[in-house]
């Protein structure tokens, strides 16, 4: 009996020493699984721009990209105008439309840190020059988020290829893309992602759009399918269900799914007019939304495994079928990606309002809830320890109680000059908040220590 009880808890031990490590890493956009969401117990609650602040490094030139962890090393991508940059507004508005190509050098750059101190530990420049397509007022030429798998870091920048670096620095391989206009000249934003011996990438424009497969240690391509699609934002999703791999794409034209060699599964017609949120999968069922501010559909969609062919909805009238659980056709935020955390979908519209809806039949929970007026939300919502946080452009966050009933706890802000657009990234019991000038390191003072 003894000798059962210790194998038990040693079992035990290994597994939580397993998860702890996992807990360290955090690959790639919101996480390995795309859902933004922390375990650490020890994950910070309060913050400003010097309380509970670890470190904080800046940082040259403009990328929205997040950052990714990989055990005490921090990636980051950043693109700096040698010349003068138009300071960006905050919020939504018309006319951040900037068609013509800046006339200054531009030098595309991926940052390693030290997770640590916050110390640079290597830089690399990868392009230099004058930028051969426009991007939008609030865009950056560096808006890819990395990914790794512990032993490479993949940095795509959308309209100039992906550059493919060891953990060290060292280039191992890159390839370049022919630039390709945009709707309205908005530029790129669409992350890789990686599954088994394949880096993914979808490159939707207004010319010639692709899905594409490489092989993750020689930038060999696999195969490359083109795609009936004009412009979109969303990352490609990787979703291991029970009957097969998908690699699902959200797209304005249709969401559609390949199977690993690329042939086309299903597809699905009935999106708002502007794609940006990234697909996610929990509980069996995959979850795509589109909301474009502008449009009056707003569909937020949860999907059954093992579709195949059309599988689109009459717009409006119906709201289920053979392989769609639920759609609620006005429920999706523009650029936020929804939030499924616990047993509920929380929504943060652009403009400051938090839904939330049952995630197995999309009944609402509870409706559109205030958050304190700011210039709006870019950033997807990420949740930790029974809390949402919403963080807006002006570099507030705002920290919500999880639950049946919307409870708002408290306001964390930062600098003045802290403009947000990037997802953070949570690595143990860090959380890495990227702002326009620098990247914080947040940590409870307990944990972090006074130095």
Known sequence: MRRTTTFTLLAISMLLSVTAVAQDQWPSFRGADARGIGSNAGLPTRWSATENVEWKTDLPGRGWSSPIVWNNRVFLTTVVNLGESETPQKGLYFGGERPGFPDTVHQWKVFCLDLDSGKVLWQRQVHEGKPQSSIHLKNSYASETPVTDGERVYCRFGNLGIFTFDLDGNLKWSKRFAPRKTRLGWGTASSPVLHGKRLYLVNDNHETSWI??????????????????????????????????????????????????????????????????????????????????GDFTKPLYAIRPGASGDISLKKLKETSSEFIEWCNWKAAPYNPTTLLYGDQVYVLLDRGWMSSLDPKTGEEIYDKKRLPPGPGFTVSPWAYNGMIFCLNEDGATFVCKAGKTFELLGTNRLGDDDMCMACPAMAGDRLLIRTAERLYCIREERKAGKE
Not at 259 to 273: H, I, Y
């Open 212 to 293: 594409m497969a490489l092989d993750k240690a020689t930038g060999k391509e696999i195969w490359k399918i083109d795609r009936d699609e004009k412009s979109n934002w969303s990352n490609p999703f990787i979703w291991e269900n029970a009957k097969r791999t998908e690699i699902v794409t959200a797209g304005t034209g249709k969401v559609r799914s390949y199977n690993l060699d690329g042939k086309e599964l299903w597809s699905l017609k009935g999106m708002s007019s502007i794609t940006i949120a990234t697909p996610y999968a929990h509980g069996g069922l995959l979850y795509v939304s589109s909301g474009y501010v």
